[in-house]
């Protein structure tokens, strides 16, 4: 963490100082507002620290509940969530009170007795494998509360604006505030102009039906219980993450945070065409009755039920996550996110996980258009990118729902289903997105220099040593969620004092040609809108950070204060035992990799290639003055 740069600072220093509409915030919403954010889930919240960062943005996000979540539905977290909380600033802190899911064990009826189950098989869960950031369950409240603490933090100083009902909003052709949003604030009817408006207002969304887009495909035939419970139990593995088969149907058991709450999702068989939601009533009760004959030879004795639902199986993705359609050339100013736009089952742990990085990809997006660093062209990608995404979720959890609901005569292998958890681990993790080449996506002519980055795919980080201190980090967490972009120049194999592609680029950085100096607003600090960085092939020791290119050592702040911490090298040590150019099969010539404000690769070119590198930027960047 850095800070000092602007002055001396001797409070807490995730409190940011105020800047631009964060200064003097108004208590009541505006008349006229840049965004306004409908709904305060897991999209609206990071949504809102998001666009804390760009405090010349007039933010708000209306609530319709008088006041922050109490207990949330959604509990699971995904190690890609994990490392998007590293980079708004709480992933140590959210980890430290979660459950994590290390294990998981499947169980299935004994064959010497169908009547009763017996563990099967016992494997390590993804997260162990596919990340350094773990999987998590942790209440969806807590979430949205560090994702609140982040927004008030920020410069923009947002919070949400509870007790407001959206009732409707119209678009108009013209002007600068052209959605017209109607609410009802206090009881009073009121309307408020914006230029961009963000349904995060759930599965029930007005704001998308008051845009007219329509969620497709339906609910299948198959309702599930689910409760968060308190209980005393004989079942050897209530603290393991546990998916379970037997003769009276199946349960997915998930320990909660605390040490003693555990989800149950208890399978409540097929619904009859007539049933017209009926089982949706089915009573607590009832539930609990389902669970402990699924479970037997063993039991639970339920102490405190703290939350329940029943559901049934729905998977629906919305035509279209924005207001244009295809046939238009108009510039998208309403837009969906979350279950606003896309709705499964809640076993596969998705849905808080996908929602929140619908808020990702959009937050940065509208932070560029309106601070005029980027055409509002840029904002017609978000749907592109993030519907295919929705429906690769939908896919994968209709598989997944039908694996889990099977009955035992329907399953030929008993390790079929820990295998199908193991081999499709890179989607549930949420690393599996890949965007495809788009203006701010490039092509893959030169992905051999760079192998363990895909164009499109998120930015995998791996350990370097700082070279002014020596020691190990994360090279992808130095990239909090400022909004900036970032270009990682690794270095080629000269070192200190020779000549080097290297050496050429970190002076071609500096020039009038590089969009460093185009793209960057003056008067602004050299590093606001783009933070390059660059590793060195050699050890930290043999590195002179004085003596390397001025591009790589920018100054900051009013003070002018130069940075230390953008100079890294990838020899290993004792403390980064690997070395970061075989880890992710970089070129030995060097690469220049490109990096979007969400921590997706943008492109990937050798130290070279200035010309293209310029040019990519100009495709989706305006001039700066």
Excluded at 230 to 239: E, I, K, Q
Aim: aromatic share 10%; proline share 6%; glycine share 8%.
């Amino acid at each position: 963490m850095q800070f000092h740069h602007h002055g001396y600072v001797s409070g807490d220093p995730l409190v940011l100082p105020a800047e631009g509409a964060g200064v003097d915030r108004p208590a009541d919403v505006p008349d006229e507002v840049d965004v306004l954010v409908v709904g305060s889930g897991p999209a609206g919240m990071l949504l809102a620290a998001q666009m804390s960062q760009f405090p010349d943005v007039i933010t708000r996000v209306v609530e319709e509940r008088e006041g922050r979540l109490v207990l949330g539905q959604a509990d699971g977290i995904q190690p890609r969530s994990v490392e998007t909380f590293q980079a708004f600033g709480f992933a140590e802190r959210i980890i430290a009170e979660a459950y994590n899911i290390g294990w998981m064990n499947f169980w299935g009826p004994d064959p010497a007795n169908p009547q009763n189950i017996v563990r099967i098989s016992r494997t390590e869960d993804y997260g162990l494998k596919i990340s350094e950031f773990p999987h998590l369950i942790v209440n969806q409240a807590r979430v949205l509360d560090y994702f609140a603490e982040a927004a008030a933090h920020g410069p923009g100083r947002i919070a949400p604006d509870y007790g407001i009902e959206f009732t409707g909003l119209t678009v108009h052709e013209e002007g600068e505030y052209p959605v017209e949003v109607r609410l009802v604030d206090g009881g009073a009817e009121r309307t408020v102009r914006a230029k961009y408006v963000v349904g995060c207002d759930g599965a029930r969304s007005r704001v998308r039906e008051a845009i007219g887009r329509k969620h497709l495909c339906g609910i299948s035939a198959h309702a599930w219980g689910v409760m968060d419970v308190l209980v005393n139990t004989d079942f050897p593995d209530w603290r393991t993450k546990c998916a379970i088969n037997s003769e009276a149907g199946n349960i997915l058991h998930i320990p909660r945070e605390g040490g003693y709450l555990s989800r149950m999702y208890i399978d409540l068989g097929e619904v009859p065409e007539d049933d017209d939601h009926r089982v949706r009533q089915t009573p607590i009760e009832e539930i609990i009755r389902k669970a402990n004959e699924i479970l037997h030879p063993f039991s639970i004795d339920v102490k405190q039920v703290a939350w329940h639902s029943v559901y049934e199986v729905g998977h629906r993705v919305t035509d279209k996550f924005d207001d244009v359609d295809v046939d238009s050339d108009r510039q998208p100013r309403v837009f969906l996110t979350g279950d606003a736009c896309h709705t499964h089952s809640a076993k596969a742990g998705q849905g808080m996980n996908v929602s929140m990085q619908d808020g990702f990809n959009l937050g940065w997006k509208l932070g560029h258009v309106l601070t005029g660093l980027s055409p509002a062209s840029l904002l017609s990608t978000y749907s592109d990118e993030r519907q295919p995404v929705a429906q690769q979720l939908i896919d994968f959890d209709r598989e997944w729902s039908s694996l889990m609901a099977r009955k035992p005569e329907e399953i030929s292998d008993p390790q079929d289903l820990a295998n199908y958890y193991l081999a499709t681990a890179e989607f549930p993790s949420g690393f599996m997105t890949q965007y495809p080449s788009s203006q701010i996506t490039g092509t893959d002519e030169h992905q051999v220099l760079a192998a363990g980055f895909p164009i499109g795919k998120r930015f995998r980080s791996s350990p370097v040593t700082l070279v002014s201190d020596g020691n190990a980090v994360h090279l992808g967490h130095h990239a909090p969620a400022d909004g900036r972009w970032r270009i990682y120049a690794f270095a080629d194999r000269p070192g200190m004092g020779e000549s080097s592609a290297l050496e050429s680029f970190g002076e071609w950085l500096a020039s009038p040609e590089s969009p460093v100096v185009r793209h960057t607003p003056r008067g602004a600090d050299a590093d606001a809108v783009f933070d390059v960085k660059v590793v060195y092939q050699q050890s930290f020791a043999d590195i002179d950070v004085t003596q390397v290119p001025a591009a790589f050592r920018p100054v900051s702040g009013p003070l002018a204060l130069r940075d230390w911490e953008k100079v890294f090298a990838a020899a290993p040590t004792v403390w980064a035992p690997t070395d970061i150019f075989e880890e992710r099969g970089l070129s030995r010539d060097g690469v220049i990799v490109v990096v979007r404000p969400d921590q997706y690769v943008a492109h990937v070119l050798p130290l070279t290639a200035t010309v293209e590198l310029a040019a990519f930027f100009e495709g989706f960047m305006a001039l700066q003055s």
